[in-house]
Nanobody, 121 residues
Framework: QVQLVESGGGLVQAGGSLTLSCTAS????????MGWYRQAPGKQRELVAT???????NYQDAVKGRFTISRDNNKNTVYLQMNALNPEDTAVYYC???????????????WGQGTQVTVSS
């Protein structure tokens, strides 16, 4: 059974930095893409950043230049370095992985449990 475990959330002042990490475990054959989404109170979940197995990255416009996504494929881990945080970045951040695992051998999407990021002004 595949699990995604996140860490690194917390409370930070505006202008500060945080790094989130997420590790996928289980009977994984290949991870095609990993990424981060976030959901603020009263809002829909939105894409923050994704990175494909080939290295292609995609960022939400609001975080470009401030957030950096990276992956350690040997560890099935994705990171999100967040700099210059502002109160609008406050949300629950969810890790997502699109991967193929046994016994299904099918591509499926998995989610972490979420980690709270709160930015105070």
């Amino acid at each position: 059974q595949v699990q995604l475990v996140e860490s690194g959330g917390g409370l930070v002042q505006a202008g500060g930095s945080l790094t989130l990490s997420c590790t996928a475990s289980g009977n994984i054959l290949v991870i095609n893409a990993m990424g981060w989404y976030r959901q603020a109170p009263g809002k829909q979940r939105e894409l923050v950043a994704t990175k494909s197995n080939g290295g292609t990255t995609n960022y939400q416009d609001a975080v470009k230049g401030r957030f950096t996504i990276s992956r350690d494929n040997n560890k099935n881990t994705v990171y999100l370095q967040m700099n210059a945080l502002n109160p609008e970045d406050t949300a629950v951040y969810y890790c997502n992985a699109n991967l193929i695992s046994r016994p299904s051998y099918r591509s499926s999407s998995y989610w972490g449990q979420g980690t709270q990021v709160t930015v105070s002004s």
